[in-house]
């Protein structure tokens, strides 16, 4: 079995893969402190629970965009799997598609990994938004290369600059709209009405330019946490992906066994 590692800057979420299935997956809040023996004293008795042996894991592969935890899933894969684990975009799991921006060195992991994973899925122009601890906007034409995109304050970071910053506003959850009225009657609402419309309006207004810059038939993927409530409320996404990141990694890690 091969373990994904995708470490992001809110969340590490760690996926069991038997072929191209996703066998089990769990989460963990990320903190570049946490070593090496505490992931495995977690992980280990999370696997215990479904049944999963330590020697079941044939094969390791990370993703991530926090760079001070990288040694100590180096210190997982080698003290308790006995294996070094690979790394998105380097050595036998480098990135094998043409990045073309100015700095292709600068491309987060998780961002070349949705536009791998979307291109073997997908034909044609691509736009793939991400929502993340920032929500991300990532164009990938019909040949299979990463051409740019844009990176946007998430909707949770908004909320908490939002509430952070002003005196007496509370600190509301992301939902789905309680009415279809853009006119809140109450504190709490007009927050809700102005950060969740707000920012459908934001995704579907970059949509439309990219798809006029691109100038071609463009289908939009949206993929994490928040792609599932959101689409309930736009029509502007064609498929919705939450795996997106995940099955990037599983389709690199298996290219480097091919090698």
């Known amino acids: 079995m091969l373990l994904a590692v995708d470490v992001g800057n809110t969340n590490v979420v760690f996926a069991l893969f038997s072929g191209k299935q996703i066998k089990a997956r769990w989460r963990i809040a990320t903190d570049p402190r946490r070593t090496g023996d505490?992931?495995?004293?977690?992980?280990?008795?999370?696997?215990?629970?479904?049944?999963?042996?330590?020697?079941?894991?044939?094969?390791?592969?990370?993703?991530?965009?926090?760079?001070r935890a990288r040694h100590n899933f180096e210190v997982l894969g080698e003290k308790y799997f006995r294996m070094t684990p690979l790394f998105a975009g380097e050595g036998a799991a480098a990135w094998?598609?043409?990045?073309?921006?100015?700095?292709?060195?600068?491309?987060?992991?998780?961002?070349?990994?949705?536009?791998?994973?979307?291109?073997?899925?997908?034909?044609?122009?691509?736009?793939?938004?991400?929502?993340?601890?920032?929500?991300?906007?990532?164009?990938?034409?019909?040949?299979?290369?990463?051409?740019?995109?844009?990176i946007a304050p998430g909707i949770n970071l908004s909320l908490d600059a939002l509430v952070d910053r002003t005196a007496k506003l509370p600190r509301i959850a992301i939902e789905s709209p309680r009415?279809?009225?853009?006119?809140?009657?109450?504190?709490?609402?007009?927050?809700?009405?102005?950060?969740?419309?707000?920012?459908?309006?934001?995704?579907?207004?970059?949509?439309?330019?990219?798809?006029?810059?691109?100038g071609r038939p463009a289908r939009v993927i949206a993929t994490g946490g928040l792609a599932i409530l959101f689409d309930k409320h736009t029509e502007i996404f064609d498929i919705v992906d939450p795996d997106l990141t995940l099955d990037g990694l599983a389709l690199l890690a298996e290219r480097a066994v091919t090698q």
Do not use: C
Request: zero cysteines; hydrophobic letters at 50%.
């Open 38 to 67: 505490e992931y495995a004293v977690w992980l280990l008795q999370l696997m215990a629970v479904e049944g999963i042996a330590r020697d079941a894991i044939t094969q390791m592969i990370v993703s991530t965009v926090v760079p």
């Open 96 to 150: 094998d598609f043409p990045i073309d921006v100015d700095e292709p060195r600068s491309l987060g992991a998780d961002r070349a990994l949705n536009a791998l994973a979307a291109h073997a899925r997908h034909a044609g122009d691509l736009i793939v938004v991400d929502f993340g601890t920032a929500t991300t906007f990532d164009v990938v034409d019909f040949n299979g290369a990463y051409k740019g995109g844009i």
């Open 179 to 214: 009415s279809a009225s853009v006119i809140g009657r109450n504190t709490e609402d007009q927050m809700l009405v102005g950060v969740f419309w707000g920012y459908v309006a934001m995704m579907e207004g970059l949509i439309e330019r990219l798809r006029a810059e691109i």
